[in-house]
């Protein structure tokens, strides 16, 4: 197969979505639990996906919009990882924003608040660009080469070759 050639393989990318999902979800909850649930005597998926728990007014929405936010970083991190192409990082983030407002659609129903629109749309960019932007920067690196390796194969490349005398 030639480099570039894309195999169209549905169960990959189902499981690379299951994977970024969860792995978020997960993220998400580190930052809750210590940044939410320290302040609330119970956390639960409300903080999750629940519109109306985002918002600037208290000290609890403001702690729930800083979960939300680094859990984009992670996912930009994480996506470094599962997704091999940096064109696919679009892909993958929009249906990871996708599936999170239909999880909060059937949860809390639409979401009305511009801050959350503000903070998931937020989230949104900063998972693309910054999961493009580490990808492209980990594909343009150098490869390491040994010096010590190659010299030492060169050496014995040489050993191996004849003598001058040989020619004379």
Known sequence: MFYGAVVWDPWLIVAQIV???CLYY????????FLVGTRVS?????????FATINTSTVTGCC??????????????????????????????ATLYIIHL???????????????????GTG????????????????????PISRYRSSKKFLHMLNKLPNKEHYQ
Do not use: H
């Open 124 to 143: 949104f960019a900063v998972m693309t660009l910054l999961g493009e932007y580490l990808s492209m920067r980990r594909k343009f690196m150098e490869i």
């Open 26 to 33: 997960l993220t998400l909850g580190f930052f809750l639990s």
């Open 64 to 93: 729930v919009i800083a979960s939300l936010l680094p859990s984009s970083f992670a996912g930009a991190g994480y996506m470094l990882y599962l997704i091999e192409r940096a064109k696919k990082r679009l892909d993958f983030s």
């Open 42 to 50: 119970r956390l639960t998926l409300v903080y999750f996906f629940d």
């Open 19 to 21: 994977c970024l999902q």
């Open 102 to 120: 239909f999880i909060c659609v059937i949860y809390g129903g639409w979401p009305s608040s511009i801050t959350w629109w503000v903070v998931n």
